[in-house]
């Protein structure tokens, strides 16, 4: 099972604080989007990401997608269809 480690936690901050000015007049909504695929892996992975965002004030909205990309990435950031933030998480292969 994956962990969500301090440095991963760091690193995706720093991402989302990147992404929040790159695309400032995008991202209207102040809460973050994290999708995962709903299986339990992606889940857990999904539940420790919320848990340590919370812990640092933002509002988190989770949602299940259909999604494939490179789980050596664990994620990727994007604006979400509602102009927040979306944090997809990848499955393990």
Not at 44 to 49: D, K, L, S, T, V
Not at 55 to 62: D, H
Not at 68 to 87: C, Q, R, T
């Amino acid at each position: 099972m994956r962990e969500f480690t301090e440095k991963d936690h760091i690193e995706l901050a720093q991402k989302i604080e990147e992404f929040k000015a790159q695309n400032f007049q995008t991202i209207k909504q102040p809460h973050i989007t994290i999708g995962y695929q709903g299986d339990i892996e992606s889940t857990n992975y999904a539940n420790q990401i919320a848990n340590r965002l919370t812990e640092n004030g933002n509002n988190i909205e989770s949602i299940i997608l259909f999604s494939s990309g490179n789980a050596d990435d664990h994620y990727s950031i994007s604006a979400a269809p509602d102009n927040s933030i979306l944090v997809e998480i990848f499955a393990e292969k």
